[in-house]
C-alpha cells in the first residue's frame, strides 16, 4: 500500500509548533486530514492559510496519526474573507465545521455546506446573517437537533431563558422570557432551505444568535470565534 496520499480540502486550523513546524487540519470531503509541515523539510510547501482551498501530498507512516505534509498547492482562496467584517464570521464557521466533522460519515455534505459558507461570507453584504444561518446548517448537517428543551424538565415548551439555560413556563423563576417569535425563527432555521433563508432573514436575530451560542455549547463545546464576534 502506498504511503502517499492526494487530497484537496480547505485549511481549518493551523498551529505553529515552538520547533517551527505547522499543524494543519484540512477538512475534506472525506473528513478531517490532519498533516504536519516540517519546518527543516527540503519539501516544505509555502505557508498555507485558514480558509484556503489547497491539494496537499501526504506522506504517512504505518501507525503514526499525523500525515507529513510533503506537497502543499493553492486551489482557490476568497480574499475579501480577510475583511475585518467578514473574517470573524468565516472564523466562526471554519472552526465549528473543524470540530464538527472530524470522522468521514458526514463529511462530505458538511464540507460542501462550509464551503458554500464560506463563498457566501466572502460575497454577500450580510455576512452576519450568513454566518448564523450556514452555523445552524453547519449543526444539522452534523446531526444535531435544532430544538430547545428545558434544562429543568426537558419539555419543549421553552419561554425563557436563564442565562444560556432554556427554561419552560413552571420552570421559569425569574428567568427573562424569550422575544416574540423567537421560538419559530429558530423552527424556521431547522425547517426552511438556505436559499429561503437568505432570501427572507427570520426575526429576532438576537435571540437565534443566543440560541446558537446554547446549541454550540451543549452539542460542540466553548468555541473561541464565538466568544470573539464583534457584537451587534
Ligand atoms: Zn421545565
Not at 458554500?116 to 444561518?133: C, E, H, K, N
Not at 425569574?174 to 432570501?199: F, H, I, P
Request: with cysteine; charged share 20%; glycine share 8%.
Amino acid at each position: 500500500m502506498s504511503r502517499y496520499s492526494n487530497s484537496s480540502g480547505i485549511v481549518t486550523w493551523r498551529q505553529r509548533q515552538v520547533n517551527g513546524d505547522l499543524i494543519v487540519h484540512l477538512l475534506t470531503p472525506e473528513g478531517q486530514l490532519r498533516a504536519v509541515a516540517r519546518r527543516r523539510s527540503r519539501a516544505t510547501p509555502p505557508p498555507i492559510d485558514l480558509f484556503q482551498h489547497v491539494a496537499v501530498q501526504i506522506y504517512r507512516r504505518p501507525g503514526e496519526e499525523l500525515g507529513l505534509l510533503v506537497q502543499a498547492q493553492l486551489e482557490g482562496a476568497l480574499p475579501t474573507l480577510a475583511e475585518p467584517g467578514r473574517y470573524p464570521y468565516a472564523h466562526l464557521l471554519t472552526e465549528l465545521a473543524d470540530r464538527l466533522f472530524v470522522q468521514g460519515e458526514r463529511a462530505e455534505a458538511g464540507y460542501t455546506l462550509y464551503a458554500a459558507a464560506l463563498r457566501g461570507i466572502a460575497a454577500r453584504p450580510d455576512a452576519r446573517w450568513v454566518a448564523l444561518v450556514m452555523a445552524f446548517k453547519l449543526l444539522q448537517g452534523a446531526g444535531f437537533l435544532l430544538q430547545l428543551r428545558c434544562s429543568c424538565c426537558g419539555s419543549k415548551e421553552v419561554v425563557a431563558l436563564a442565562g444560556l439555560e432554556p427554561r419552560c413556563a413552571a420552570c421559569r423563576g425569574g428567568a427573562g422570557l424569550l422575544a416574540e417569535g423567537s421560538r419559530e425563527a429558530l423552527q424556521a432555521m431547522a425547517a426552511k432551505t438556505v436559499r429561503q433563508l437568505m432570501e427572507a432573514p427570520s426575526q429576532p436575530q438576537a435571540a437565534l444568535w443566543r440560541f446558537l451560542e446554547l446549541l454550540v455549547l451543549r452539542e460542540v463545546g466553548p468555541l473561541r470565534s464565538l466568544q470573539l464576534l464583534p457584537a451587534q
